[in-house]
Each structure stands twice: as C-alpha cells, then as structure tokens.
C-alpha cells in the first residue's frame, strides 16, 4: 500500500503534519505495511489535506479529503467514503496541465519519480541543438513571461545569447508577493527540478555559467525543498562540470529576500541579490545587457522557467496550439479570496471569466453573490459581474483595462467596501514603494489622503484622484507606482456608490 500525502505548505497549514504522524501511529499499531510518499499538493486547497491511497489492486490512487487525524484508520481500512481519482474531480478533469503535470503526482525530492514522468527529456533534447535551434523553439512557443510583465521569453533570451561578456546570469525571480498568488511556491515545493532543468536549459541557450534562484524569506519550506533539490540535481549532473556527461557547465546558488515586495521587480531584485538595498534601476540598460553584477543576464519568473522543459519536450508546436491569438500555451491561474473552491486551475488561454469564477471557482464561500473579482494581484484591476465575458488573454484583459499578471484571481462578494480596497491599494504602495521615484514614493501617500476626502464627500477629490493616478501610471520607474492606479481608477468606476 503506498500513501500519498502533501508537504505542501498549504497542506501543512491545514494540518498535513498531524494526518502524516496518524498514519504513522496507525501503520504501527495494526501492523500494516505501507510506504507514505510526500508530495506537493494537486492544488486543491479546500480538500487538503488531500490523502491519495494505492491499493496495489489496479484502481490507481484514490483520494480522500479533507482528512482529519480521526478519519485516518477508516481511511486507511478503505471504509470512509472516498472522492475517487482525483483525474476525475470537475476541477481537475478541466485542467490542461503542462506546467504542474507532476505536481502533487510525485516525490518532489526522487529523481527516479522525476525521470519516470518526463523529467530531463527537454534537457536531452536541448543538448542535441545549437543554442540559436533553443531559443527558437522557445520564440517559437509563444512562451511570455508569467511573473506579470508578460514579454516574450524567446526575445529576452536571444538578446542575452548575442551579447558578449565573459560571463552570463540565469536568474529565477521567485520572489512571490502578490497576496492571493501561489503558483511559484507549489512548484518550489512541489516539483523543483523542473525549474532547475528549465534553468540549465536557458543557460545552454544563452551561454550562461552560473544561476541564482531569488526566494522570498516568507518561504521557508521552499528554502528547504529547493536547496535538498540543488544538491540532488548535482548529484545526478543536472548541475556541475558536466551536464548530463556533456561537456557543457552550469550551477545554480539560492539568494534570499528580505520581504520587500519591491523586488519582485527585476532590478530592484538584482540590486538585492547583488547585496545592496532594494531599489529600482532606471532603464537603460536593460538586465538583459547589464543585469546581475552589470553582465547580461536572463531573468525569468518561476513558471516562466519550469514551463521551458516541456516545451522542448515535446516540441514549440505542441505548446503554442494552447490558448488564443498571443497569449499561447497556459497559465496557471490561482483562485483565491472569499471562493468556494480556491487553488491552483491550469488551463489554455481563452477561458471566460465567468467560468473560471461561477464554475470552476463556485461562485462564493460565503453563497453571497459576487460583487467584484481582482485579477493579477494587489495592483491588478477590479472586474464587475457586467465583465466577467472578458476572455482569459493579455490582448483581451488589456482592451477591458485590467491586467494579467502573476494570474491571480481574488473574489469579493457583495459585503466588499470597494473604497476601502482602493485606498488599501494606495496603502499599499505607500509602504512598500522603494522611494527612488517620486510618483510612487509621494503619489501613494497623497493618494491615501485624496481618497479619504472623497469618502468624507468631496466631491471636487475624484478628479484630483484621477489626475494624481494618471502621473503615478507614466512618471513612475517600475509597476508598483505605475500598476497601482489600475485597482484604484477601477474601483472608482465601476463602484462609485461605495464611495
């Protein structure tokens, strides 16, 4: 009997510990020989913690959840009422998983499980090609960035792969911040080779050497999970002298922030790797051309780099046949907030809204109607029921005045003071902005002030929040002054009566 069970730290904050030493204590006590695997989690939070059993009489892993430490022996003995596999559950049969094929499926710290479900076939493949065939292949995708810039991944690699320096950078940008987001901690957690492979890859595309994974000190299981996992990639040639017996090198060393949510921003990201304080870089030039200790370098968000392995794989063509117009391949979309069913859905470009937020996500926790739903983040705009036919796309949410991003998706039900989210917002940046431009650094703090007048009724206020959104979004340096306006301008748009 092999039991799976999350370490995911999801899972663990719902007490994945606790179901982990009953089944323990139960295997003991009755005798029973079993093998407990641990994996990250399938990404469906309101069952963790989330036991898979394999029985060994060909029905695959059945799952039961959420699980309680006083469940476990009916569990266990196969008596308690089960869910069935989970590839059939709605919110998973809906998926098309490619990123997270393995997340929540394997040991995240096995090799073995990693080879054994298509782990290091890109990186194989990629060794046969020149590193023009690479970056093709990835131009060729349609692969964008998924850490909320959205720039094609290809371009940025070709512009490191032509500079000349005597040393190149792959960077990870894992510093994940966005509240409501969790996308790049599950695979820290839950597949971590596949950034590392994404990583070698870029770096055999691009002539890189050496590779620094940036984590947010908020993450301490990933810390440990990533750092196990480097020392494994070394062990089996992922990484060192001699990838994979060829004569080709890279290494990768972890760096970790100090909690400014600032540098998710890549050059405030890169001045904090390089060990000086957090701030933003006035471009040009670019990282691309004087990134990481002023060389070139790549800096790629985490799903971003962990999607790298199966678009080699299986080929640029495969990928791109996902999703709509130029938003190609998938994003794995995080649903969060007051939903009833809230995690991680992968899914093709091009899905309405209101599929993702009535069917898949189910509408409330609480049952009340929902009044408004954030997408990408704590900059991202609000969308209002009345918008919900906008399609899930760059191109589509840019036309509807909203932005992807890190593809977070946080609902509200209809008890939501919407200038109160407004004036968090511009909380928010006050706090967090890094104080080297002065629309970000001052626009914040007037922006606080200006919509305090307007929900004490100035009325003349509104125009002036307008304006003073309008300079933070074209004068300031990075998107954390530029993006703000975004749920501010939306909020006072479509919910004017809560002001």
Not at 81 to 86: A, D, I, R, S, Y
Not at 226 to 243: D, E, P
Not at 262 to 291: D, F, M, Q, Y
């Amino acid at each position: 009997m092999k039991i799976y069970l999350p370490r995911d730290s999801a899972a663990k904050a719902l007490g994945a510990e606790r179901i982990a030493a009953a089944i323990q204590t139960h295997a003991r006590t009755q005798e029973i020989d079993l093998t407990l695997i641990r994996t990250g989690t399938r990404g469906m939070i309101w069952l963790e913690p989330l036991v898979e059993i394999d029985r060994g009489d060909g029905k695959g892993r059945i799952a039961y959840g959420p699980a309680t430490p006083e469940t476990i022996s009916a569990i266990i003995d196969g008596t308690a009422p089960n869910l069935g596999p989970v590839e059939n559950f709605p919110f998973f049969a809906k998926q098309n998983r490619l990123t997270f094929a393995r997340c929540g499926v394997i040991d995240p710290l096995s090799f073995s499980d990693y080879q054994r479900h298509g782990g290091l076939a890109g990186l194989r493949r990629t060794l046969t090609l020149r590193d023009e065939e690479i970056v093709n292949e990835v131009k060729k995708s349609g692969l964008r960035g998924r850490g909320g810039a959205g720039f094609p991944t290809g371009v940025k690699w070709e512009t490191v792969r032509q500079a000349h320096a005597d040393q190149k950078y792959i960077v990870c940008n894992a510093d994940e911040g966005d509240s409501g987001t969790f996308a790049d901690r599950m695979i820290l957690e839950g597949d971590p080779l596949s950034l590392i492979e994404g990583m070698t890859i870029a770096a055999l595309a691009t002539g890189a050497t050496k590779g620094f994974i940036y984590i947010r000190s908020e993450y301490p299981d990933a810390i440990n999970v990533m750092s196990q996992a480097l020392a494994i990639a070394r062990k089996n040639t992922l990484l060192g002298a001699s990838i994979l017996g060829s004569d080709r090198s890279f290494d990768i060393e972890i760096r970790v922030g100090a909690g400014a949510y600032v540098c998710g921003e890549e050059t405030s990201l890169l001045n904090s790797l390089e060990g000086k304080r957090g701030v933003v870089r006035a471009k040009p030039p670019l990282p691309a051309l004087e990134g990481a200790f002023g060389k070139p370098t790549v800096v790629n968000n985490v799903l971003s780099l962990a999607t790298i392995p199966v678009i080699l794989e299986k080929g640029a063509g495969h990928y791109a046949k996902f999703g709509l117009g130029k938003s190609r391949g998938t994003m794995p979309i995080q649903i969060a907030g007051n939903a009833k069913h809230g995690g991680l859905f992968e899914t093709a470009f091009g899905m309405p809204l209101a599929t993702l937020i009535n069917d898949i996500a189910g509408g409330t926790a609480t049952g009340r109607p929902v009044k408004a739903v954030q997408v990408g983040g704590p900059l991202g705009a609000y969308f209002a029921p009345h918008q919900f036919d906008t399609l899930f796309g760059y191109e589509d949410f840019d036309k509807a005045g909203g932005l992807i991003g890190h593809a977070g998706i946080t609902i509200f039900d209809d008890t939501a003071d919407m200038a109160k989210l407004a004036r968090f917002a511009m909380e928010f940046c006050a706090i967090e902005s890094c104080g080297k431009c002065t629309p970000c650094r001052i626009g914040a703090v007037r922006g606080v002030e200006t919509i305090d007048r307007i929900t004490s009724g100035d009325t003349n206020a509104t125009d002036l929040l307008t304006d003073l959104c309008d300079t933070m979004a074209n004068g300031s340096l990075c998107a954390l002054g530029g993006f703000t306006p975004y749920p501010v301008i939306s909020a006072l748009r479509l919910f004017p009566k809560d002001s």
